[in-house]
């Protein structure tokens, strides 16, 4: 796969899972609700499996076409979308601060319009969450966005990716992406972000873009490939993930966070 800066924003479809493997994968990896995680992007912190996923070679040799000798692991998330669920067009709220990749791996029930993405956008400098706000763009409406897509690029494409089960696929973090569930049954995806060390990460407290709050927490990484230079993060080892250490840091010291967070941050 080419690098993903260049003029798409995003790759082929790379085959990474064999079938037989991918339940006992989603049962090792969905060992806690999303609310008991330090955050909704830290499963790798308490699940070791899901720490293994996003480091797997295979993702990890695509990611550093793009990102580099040195990257670090910073999300990593288990999204299930229930039949005729939409999610909207957007930009992951902290793409607006440090740069990155999305790794978006199909599970189970994917089909080929389940994740949808605007070809160049990552170069448009300005969000859908943006034109929503500026230009009353329904961010669930396919033809509003794309059309005001092409008023910035006229050769902008609306593209539903083709990709399988057992697959993933990178696009650039500022790529324009949508999701969406047709059939019937509920569609299980996974999601890996990455960056490279020189940016500080905080975990987001809210999901408005650009103007995101954040917290003073940083969200555990794991370097994934390389070396840091820079200690500007907290990078877990394998056997953090999972450990004591790690689940008594969560309730401790991110759950109280998240329920100040839910009473009073808006
Ligand atoms: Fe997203």
């Not at 609700?33 to 070791?48: A, E, N, Q």
């Not at 890996?192 to 003073?216: A, V």
Request: glycine share 6%; with cysteine; proline share 5%.
């Amino acid at each position: 796969m080419a690098n993903v800066s260049g003029s798409n924003g995003y790759g082929n479809p790379i085959d990474l899972l064999t079938k037989s493997t991918i339940d006992e994968l989603i049962a090792n990896c969905d060992t806690y609700p999303d609310k008991f995680l330090p955050w909704i992007k830290g499963r790798h912190t308490l699940v070791p499996g899901m720490y293994d996923l996003g480091s797997h070679p295979v993702i990890v040799k695509e990611v550093s076409k793009t990102l580099g000798n040195d990257v670090i692991l910073w999300s990593s998330q288990i999204i299930r979308q229930s039949p005729s669920v939409i999610h909207r067009w957007h930009i992951d709220v902290e793409m607006a601060r440090w740069p990155g990749l999305t790794v978006w791996v199909g599970m189970k029930n994917v089909t080929s319009n389940s994740l949808k993405l605007i070809s160049g956008s990552h170069n448009f400098g300005i969000s859908p969450q943006e034109l929503a706000e500026r230009d009353r763009i329904d961010l669930k409406n396919d033809a509003q966005v794309l059309a005001a897509a092409q008023k910035i690029d006229p050769s902008s494409k609306l593209i539903e990716v083709d990709i399988k089960d057992g697959q993933f696929i990178i696009f650039s973090g500022l790529v324009w992406h949508a999701t969406q569930n047709v059939s019937d049954a509920v569609r299980t995806a996974m999601i890996f972000q990455y960056t490279t060390p020189e940016h500080k990460l905080f975990i987001p407290q809210n999901n408005h873009y650009p103007n995101t709050k954040y917290s003073s927490l940083q969200p555990d990484c794991i370097l994934v490939k390389g070396k840091d230079d820079f200690k500007y993060n907290n990078l877990i080892k394998r056997s953090y993930s999972g450990s004591w250490k790690a689940i008594l840091k969560t309730f401790l010291v991110h759950l109280p966070h998240n329920i100040y967070r839910k009473l009073f941050i808006r």
